[in-house]
């Protein structure tokens, strides 16, 4: 009888092993999300396929300068890299020094531009405009979200990935 019982235990071990590397290898081949949650409830309301080293922007309209900002973010090795902030009057809130490894430029049509950022986030915050929309921007594709349509106005609106090893 306690040669059945180890039996038993070795092979729910062995079946229990298996199923964890299953889920394991799983875990890093599905593709890549970038998840779009409310901040408040926790309700995921979109989910865009995003491959490693693909980027997305976050496009408003600045409260208080009431000019255009442009953050540029890329997916690298499962978190969220800010790229680039594109922005073009001073004001609360905005850059005034670069940190190390950062450059500025000036753009033709008049925008003042930070590349080189090296801000890494688990998730990414924004609370979306009351008067001004904000719209989550993929460039690869062009597609361009309305996140107050989505959301409505002041909510917290979360970005974090899912998939390919996170």
Do not use: C, W
Not at 82 to 111: C, K
Not at 145 to 150: A, G, M, P, Q
């Amino acid at each position: 009888m306690a040669s059945r019982r180890k039996k038993v235990v070795i092979t729910i071990t062995a079946a229990a092993a298996l199923l964890l590397a299953a889920v394991i290898v799983l875990l890093f081949t599905l593709p890549q999300y970038l998840i779009v949650r409310d901040a408040d409830t926790g309700m995921i309301r979109k989910a865009y396929r995003l491959p490693p080293g693909g980027t997305f922007a976050v496009e408003f309209v600045h409260s208080v300068n009431l000019t255009p900002v442009i953050d540029t973010f890329r997916a690298e090795d499962g978190y969220i890299q800010a790229e680039s902030s594109l922005f073009y009057s001073f004001g609360a809130g905005m850059p005034t020094e670069l940190n190390p490894g950062e450059s500025f430029s000036h753009t033709e049509d008049g925008g003042m531009l930070i590349s080189g950022m090296s801000y890494t986030y688990d998730k990414l915050s924004y609370i979306v405009g009351t008067v001004y929309d904000h719209f989550l921007v993929f460039p690869a594709t062009g597609e361009r979200v309305n996140l107050r349509e989505l959301f409505g106005r002041n909510a917290r609106v979360e970005f974090f990935l899912f998939g390919n090893g996170r």
